[in-house]
């Protein structure tokens, strides 16, 4: 059986890469290398394997090809390019099927060539006709991969595991498996698998890919990438191995390594919407504005029903001050999934920058009452109550919200604001000092700690704080500001001045301070027309 079936699983997959029409494609195996299969006339005249080459297992079949997007590239599949031959293949093992409805090989191929043609009902069908006449691993692997594509996991999971009990020496199966517990997010399991396959077949690049894409998710940046070294060491036409790779080095902030990943993955597959999206990323992180909007608008194009795309190309027009542009963004993700939190705490924030109070709080009510424990949801909430001097109704949100993450640095920072704002210093402090343990380069719970120092008259604390603040921003007008009222308090009239002055030439439009630096300097001429020094 495996024999014909090997020969459409290449003819279903590679066909249309090359000039002569005739090519179908590779077909690999691991331990044997490559053979190249070739059509010779009409799909009835389908040519097998050499015999000495399928009883080498003949398991781990994969296809290398050339063409069509794709979502996993170098697994052949889901290219696009393939409805003709299909059609054909289909039709002439239905051909055979009526001729002998036990005709394992017939129902193993027609499956495959209506999983390639995407009816993957119709191939679970075949399929498992063809595994209650004869268990075969392969076919397991693929009636596996058709379940997947549906998003039935689990039993996706189930025909994996069947495959292994059926060939217990098949890497291939080992890796759908793990790849599966990927989607699920057991990672562990993954990793375990992906080891079961390489210690089978060590020179399987997709193997090591798979373990490297959950190191990935378990934020172990550095063995990741080592295992993704080798995936593409073994195949360097795999644009999955550079795409996490590149993500591997964007969380380690390599932005530049990471771009050179991102674009070496778009050689290989340049119409990949997903690949664009996180290439725009580190682009923002590099302050490179104009070419991750290139690359957003860019995804965007090409699939316009990514969510991400347009959700990060709100964040970045949002993070330029862009906030009525991104808006529409977000609406547009929400449009796509209404019930996406991310997209949905986005338009919030956006909402609140412009002052739309209202509007964030009837959006985020209902969200709320359908998922209680949206944590983000009550910090926009409140932010917008506290936009709104709602107080009461603000500090209830954001004590909710820490009841649900203790370790909300919004939360916390939000907190002491109101605590700010209610002239209640000893409750501010604490709050700002729990968001500094959790970000301890918070510029915002620095100067408002300095605030709250300077409400009690603890000066020195005070300009120890508007102080740190400066040393990061020396423009920052509001620490300015305050540093030079804790001075004016100390009697420092000098330094009082000077920090009004630098406050007057950050913003020459806040006329507080020339009154402010009126007044001080009105006190430095008492003083020296007093004889004081």
């Given at each position: ?73 170098g697994r052949g599949l889901m290219l696009k390019s393939q ?28 499956g495959v060539a209506r999983q390639h043609a995407g009816r ?68 562990d399991k993954a990793i375990a698998d992906s080891d079961a ?337």
């Amino acid at each position: 059986m495996l024999a014909v079936w090997a020969v459409l699983f290449a003819c279903g997959t590679a066909c249309a890469a090359g000039d002569d029409e005739n090519w179908i494609g590779d077909i690999v195996y691991p331990t044997t290398g490559r053979i190249e299969l070739r059509f010779i006339g009409a799909p009835s005249q389908i040519m097998r394997l050499d015999g000495r080459v399928i009883a080498d297992t003949g398991e781990g079949i994969d296809v290398v090809h050339n063409s069509g997007p794709h979502e996993n590239p170098g697994r052949g599949l889901m290219l696009k390019s393939q409805a003709v031959r299909s059609a054909e293949a289909i039709a002439h093992f239905t051909r055979r099927i009526a001729a002998n409805a036990h005709d394992v090989d017939a129902l193993a191929c027609r499956g495959v060539a209506r999983q390639h043609a995407g009816r993957h009902d119709l191939a679970i069908e075949d399929l498992s006709a063809a595994l209650r006449l004869q268990p075969d691993s392969l076919v397991y692997i693929m009636r596996g991969k058709s379940r997947e594509d549906l998003g039935s996991i689990d039993e996706a999971i189930d025909d994996y595991t069947a495959a292994i009990r059926t060939n217990p020496d098949s890497a291939a199966a080992f890796d759908y498996r793990a790849r599966a517990w990927n989607v699920k997010r057991e990672f562990d399991k993954a990793i375990a698998d992906s080891d079961a396959s390489i210690r089978i077949d060590p020179k399987c690049p997709y193997a090591f890919c798979t373990r490297g894409t959950a190191r990935y998710h378990k934020r172990e940046y550095d063995p990741a990438i080592a295992d993704l070294d080798q995936s593409i060491a073994l195949n360097p036409n795999d644009a999955s191995g550079y795409h996490i790779r590149a993500n591997c080095r964007h969380k380690k902030g390599e932005f530049d390594k990471a771009i050179s990943d991102y674009d070496a993955a778009l050689r290989l597959v340049p119409r990949d919407a997903v690949i664009r999206v996180n290439r725009a990323g580190s682009y923002l992180k590099l302050g490179r504005y104009d070419r991750a909007m290139v690359d957003l608008d860019a995804a965007i194009g090409l699939n316009p029903g990514s969510l991400d795309a347009y959700l990060q190309r709100g964040k970045t027009k949002a993070e330029h001050g862009l906030n009525r542009s991104a808006l529409a963004d977000f609406e547009k993700a929400l449009s796509l999934n209404p019930r996406h939190e991310g997209a949905l705490n986005e338009l919030a924030c956006a909402l609140n920058r412009l002052g739309r109070h209202d509007e964030t709080i009837a959006r985020l009510g209902p969200a709320i009452a359908k998922n209680p424990k949206y944590q983000a949801a009550y910090v926009n909430r409140g932010l917008a109550y506290r936009g709104k001097r709602q107080l009461d109704l603000a500090m209830k949100d954001f004590d909710e919200a820490i009841k649900l993450d203790s370790n909300s640095y919004e939360a916390w920072v939000n907190r002491g604001l109101i605590w700010n704002d209610r002239r209640e210093p000893d409750k501010a402090i604490a709050a700002y000092e729990r968001a500094l343990r959790l970000m301890p380069q918070s510029t915002l719970a620095l100067r408002n700690r300095g605030i709250a120092f300077g409400m009690k008259r603890e000066n020195d604390r005070a300009i120890a704080d508007f102080t740190a603040v400066l040393r990061r921003d020396f423009a920052d007008v509001i620490a300015l500001d305050e540093r030079g009222k804790a001075w004016w308090r100390k009697a420092d009239y000098a330094r009082a001045a000077a920090d009004f002055e630098s406050a007057i030439a950050a913003d020459p439009w806040d006329w507080g301070n020339y009154v402010r630096w009126a007044i001080v300097r009105s006190m430095m001429v008492k003083r020296w027309w007093n004889g004081e020094r």
